[in-house]
T-cell receptor
Framework: DVKVTQSSRYLVKRTGEKVFLECVQD?????MFWYRQDPGLGLRLIYF???????EKGDIPEGYSVSREKKERFSLILESASTNQTSMYLC????????????FGSGTQLSVL | TQLLEQSPQFLSIQEGENLTVYCNSS?????LQWYRQEPGEGPVLLVT?????EVKKLKRLTFQFGDARKDSSLHITAAQPGDTGLYLC???????????FGSGTKLNVKP
């Protein structure tokens, strides 16, 4: 089975800090995604990547950036964390080539104080 | 604004009851997926429906894709406590290779 691993389950940061959320998948998937999940809003796409060093903006990219230096790793960066970025962050991957099944990590609950 | 609207938002029922969850949109999707998410975990894919009018069954769960490919429903027969979780629908757009998620239906099945 595919494993998508997110580095932290819980993270507490202060306003203005630079925050790194790491995600690693072990099945050589082409596509990787970052979502945030907020009550009543479902999952909203922040950024996604179809290949190493490629990135595309999702629906809510403001305040975030991403890095994909290696195929298996996709990092989400909050340049200067703000309280409205307190949320559950979910990383996902998919095989690509029209295979649409998303495999999710367990999530990182980020609190920005 | 949410591209996909799910209803109801919350559902609390007794074991053995039947239920239906709806996922509606004004947009047309190339495919639609249903996921279940348990507390502390990421969503797990249950099914993908691709053809308008398609019906798929997964044990006691029945999934239907609307004829116009704008809506979907999930019906659970004789719900069990193990069905408890957050159910999410996700539609794949034609224009962009990404999924739009609904806001979710939180189901609680009491023993």
């Amino acid at each position: 089975d595919v494993k998508v691993t997110q580095s932290s389950r819980y993270l507490v940061k202060r306003t203005g800090e630079k925050v790194f959320l790491e995600c690693v998948q072990d099945m050589d998937h082409e596509n990787m995604f970052w979502y945030r999940q907020d009550p009543g809003l479902g999952l909203r796409l922040i950024y996604f990547s179809y290949d190493v060093k490629m990135k595309e903006k999702g629906d809510i990219p403001e305040g975030y950036s991403v890095s994909r230096e290696k195929k298996e790793r996709f990092s989400l960066i909050l340049e200067s964390a703000s309280t409205n970025q307190t949320s559950m962050y979910l990383c996902a991957s998919s095989l690509g080539q029209s295979n649409e099944k998303l495999f999710f990590g367990s999530g990182t609950q980020l609190s920005v104080l | 604004t949410q591209l996909l609207e799910q209803s109801p938002q919350f559902l609390s029922i007794q074991e053995g009851e039947n239920l239906t969850v709806y996922c509606n949109s004004s947009s047309v999707f190339s495919s639609l997926q249903w996921y279940r998410q348990e507390p502390g975990e990421g969503p797990v894919l249950l099914v993908t429906v691709v053809t308008g009018g398609e019906v798929k069954k997964l044990k006691r769960l029945t999934f239907q894709f609307g004829d116009a490919r704008k809506d979907s429903s999930l019906h659970i027969t004789a719900a069990q406590p193990g069905d408890t979780g957050l159910y999410l629908c996700a539609g794949k757009s034609y224009n962009f290779n990404k999924f739009y998620f609904g806001s979710g239906t939180k189901l609680n099945v009491k023993p």
